[in-house]
């Protein structure tokens, strides 16, 4: 092939600006034939190594593009594995926290219901660690102290808490030694305001906690009813002793009555030994009566006829009181009852009988009796209301006697009974130094005594109310006015 035969190829050829100048310039140079030919070679040669080479790239951009889509395919399915696996946690993970709030909210109950069962306690149940920091305060414990449990929660147990006082040593010692702690009948202030608490203390068996519960509870009221029972006790030993040294003095009573008997009818002048007994001696009857009479000697033994007689009384009415226990009810006539009643108290209470003449402080008392006529007769045990009467007979005395309070002029008792509906009412009033409300509220409790220490117990009222209430199914009330007076009012149940 000749170099004007390969013209129209290079022309047809696409080559770039530089080597259709170079071209173009070669064709114009016959001089340079040969090197014409090699370099157009050469530039096929290059254009086909390009050609290839851009076969290639296109083939590996083919293979390339084919291995993208295969990783994205692959990438895609790894998505949308791991999409359904953080799907399938993701339930799993609901679940979970739908069980977690299932087990919570049981928790919760279950709490609120232990809380509600040591709240419902009625003893006080404080929590506590070792150093005395409170942990648990329940409703008692508010109720107890006016602390509500947001406020005493974190403090201390001695600023918190102050009776009964709780030593922080006894706390420490339960708890380092694993055994509870308990002391009974802790005392809280004095006379009737006087409270009494049982105290325990659990230490906390858990590896995990340390700290104690403190449990205290009131037994005033146990402890009322056990010195109730000591004193009844004591009462009943006195009354057995009362009824032993009734039969014991009424021996020599006996004596001294049937000893006056006896001198009225040595003396007497219906007898007709007695002038024998004279005549013998020399003198008469008439003269040794005359003798007596002129030295007083009948009055001497009246009076001891007399004393005798009272004395025999009083004993007769002790026994009737000290067998009072058997409660056997009879029918009786209430009015003879108050007036037995008010011989014993003038006899056993040192009652002082009404003078006019005397000045006031030694007047005595005043006993005005206003019984309504014609009562039937009540089925009761006689020495019960006895007592009854007798005690508030007795109060009524000492009322004149209130350090705080001037007697009136003339002191006054006034015993009065009538008939009420089905029912026997008994009123004793009098005008002493009475009582304010907060007194009268209390007056019928158990060991309530507005006296001094030593003075009272506090139970004559109490057992009066027991004895109307409980034995007769009656009722006893009370009205009182500072400085006016108070009135008892028993109902009795026909």
């Known amino acids: 092939m000749t170099h004007r035969s390969l013209m129209p190829l290079l022309a047809s050829l696409p080559l770039n600006v530089f080597a259709q100048a170079e071209v173009d310039a070669l064709t114009e140079s016959d001089g340079s034939k040969g090197i014409l030919l090699i370099v157009i070679t050469s530039l096929l040669i290059l254009q086909t190594l390009l050609i290839i080479g851009l076969q290639r790239s296109r083939s590996h951009h083919k293979r390339a593009k084919a291995d ?6 692959e990438l895609e399915q790894r998505i949308v594995d791991r999409t359904n696996k953080l799907r399938t946690i993701n339930n799993q993970l609901y679940d979970e926290i739908a069980k977690h709030e299932i087990t919570e909210e049981l928790l919760r109950e279950t709490q609120d219901y232990l809380h509600s069962i040591i709240n419902s306690m009625p003893s006080i149940l404080i929590g506590v660690t070792r150093r005395g920091t409170v942990t648990h305060w329940n409703t008692a414990a508010e109720y107890s102290t006016g602390i509500k449990a947001r406020d005493a929660l974190g403090q201390s147990l001695s600023k918190v808490f102050k009776t009964p006082a709780i030593d922080l040593k006894e706390i420490e010692n339960s708890i380092d030694n694993e055994l509870p702690l308990s002391k009974e009948n802790l005392q809280q202030g004095n006379g009737n305001q006087a409270t009494y608490s049982d105290l325990a203390i659990y230490p906390l068996f858990s590896s995990e906690i340390t700290g104690a519960v403190i449990r205290i509870d009131d037994v005033t009221l146990r402890v009322r009813l056990e010195n109730m029972m000591i004193q009844n006790e004591k009462m009943m030993s006195l009354g057995e002793m009362a009824a032993g040294m009734a039969h014991e003095i009424n021996n020599p009573l006996s004596a001294i009555i049937n000893s006056v008997q006896n001198i009225e009818r040595r003396v007497s002048v219906d007898l007709e030994p007695n002038h ?16 007596m009479s ?4 009948f009055s001497f033994i009246d009076s001891i006829r007399d004393a005798g007689e009272r004395a025999a009384t009083i004993v007769t009415n002790m026994l009737e009181f000290s067998r009072g226990s058997t409660r056997k009810r009879t029918h009786v006539n209430m009015g003879e009852l108050l007036d037995h009643s008010l011989a014993l108290a003038y006899d056993t209470l040192e009652f002082k009988p009404f003078d006019q003449n005397k000045d006031n402080k030694n007047k005595g008392l005043n006993v005005v009796k206003e019984f309504a006529p014609d009562l039937p007769f009540i089925s009761c045990s006689a020495p019960e209301i006895q007592q009854v009467i007798l005690n508030l007979l007795r109060n ?6 209130h350090k705080e309070f001037t007697p009136p002029d003339q002191p006054r008792i006034t015993l009065r009974t009538r008939k009420v509906d089905q029912s026997i009412c008994i009123e ?7 009582m304010d409300l907060s007194t009268s509220r209390h007056i019928f409790e158990p060991f309530f005594t507005t006296k001094d220490v030593g003075e009272g117990t506090g139970l004559g009222l109490s057992v009066s109310y027991f004895i109307i209430t409980e034995h007769h199914a009656g009722s006893i009330e009370l009205e009182s006015e500072p400085g006016v007076g108070t009135r008892f009012i028993i109902k009795l149940p026909l």
């Open 294 to 297: 002129e030295r007083d000697l």
């Open 68 to 73: 993208l889509k295969t990783a994205q395919r």
């Open 276 to 291: 024998k007994a004279a005549n013998e001696i020399g003198i008469s009857i008439e003269q040794l009566r005359r003798y």
């Open 428 to 434: 004793i009033e009098d005008n002493g130094a009475g």
């Open 396 to 401: 009524a005395n000492q009322s004149f006697e």
